[in-house]
């Protein structure tokens, strides 16, 4: 009897509820956010630019709402240890002025990190450059971002310094592929061709986001007429596009005996 007279002590049960009732609401409210996110990124790709800020922006609300609760909890066990919670906060006000002097650059990061949330500059998953360094945003917090570059190399940015960003996501790429062939071909029949290769280019390359196009002639250089192909993909999709018409275009101007000029080197006798 009087070991349980001891934990009915509300020194000892209130902190133990309010502990359990905080990880009850933190899961609550988890699951709630989670549902409502996954609820609209079901009729997203889920390689679209909303989709990985939909995913980025859970992730951030979900931390914040985890730190409120946590917050408040210390104050509540505290109030039960009959700890005067107003000096407390006046204190940590005393102490948060002086520390936030000595951290300027800590708040300038955090109140960067939050407006590049808020103004989707850009979000994880979005290929981004930040001065020289270009790589795939793999964590965006409130205090730094990571980028992966396509070499494996990882860049942590403050995010103070993330300015002249590039995003390279947030809209369609444009393949553009120039295709040389030789003065002595008939300018229609090549021009019939390629468009002939661009309509089934379009209806059999993957992650376009419209047709196949043979602009026409692009150039009058030196050595060749040049032709210009582009093509609307998805973002960051353009290089595959390109080495994909590259290859199509070879293999068709071959089967036609079309020819496609190349750099040659006469030797002459000098007898």
Do not use: C, W
């Not at 190399?153 to 062939?181: F, G, H, P, W």
């Amino acid at each position: 009897m009087k070991i349980i007279e001891k934990f009915l002590v509300p020194e000892i049960y209130l902190p133990i509820i309010y502990i359990s009732v905080a990880i009850f609401i933190n899961a609550i409210i988890k699951r709630i956010i989670s549902k409502i996110i996954s609820k609209k990124q079901s009729t997203m790709d889920n390689k679209s630019y909303n989709y990985k800020k939909l995913e980025t922006f859970k992730g951030l609300v979900t931390n914040i709402i985890k730190y409120i609760i946590v917050i408040f909890l210390l104050l509540a066990i505290l109030t039960v240890y009959k700890i005067d919670v107003s000096s407390v906060l006046a204190g940590l006000g005393i102490a948060g002025l002086v520390v936030g002097l000595a951290l300027q650059d800590l708040a300038k990061d955090l109140i960067a990190g939050f407006s590049i949330i808020v103004e989707n500059q850009y979000a994880v998953g979005d290929i981004i450059s930040i001065g020289d360094f270009k790589g795939e945003v793999i964590f965006l917090g409130l205090k730094t971002t990571k980028i992966k570059s396509y070499q494996g190399d990882v860049k942590i940015v403050a995010n103070r310094n993330a300015t002249e960003v590039i995003n390279y996501s947030m809209s369609n790429s444009l393949a553009i592929v120039d295709v040389d062939v030789a003065y002595e071909e008939n300018n229609e029949h090549v021009e019939e061709v390629l468009n002939e290769l661009v309509s089934e280019l379009s209806k059999t390359l993957p992650n376009l986001k419209g047709n196949v196009a043979l602009l026409g002639i692009q150039e009058l250089s030196s050595s060749s007429v040049k032709y210009r192909i582009t093509a609307e993909t998805k973002a960051m999709e353009h290089f595959d596009i390109e080495r994909r018409i590259r290859k199509a275009v070879k293999t068709r101007l071959d089967q036609e005996n079309i020819k496609i000029p190349y750099t040659q080197i006469e030797v002459h006798n000098g007898k």
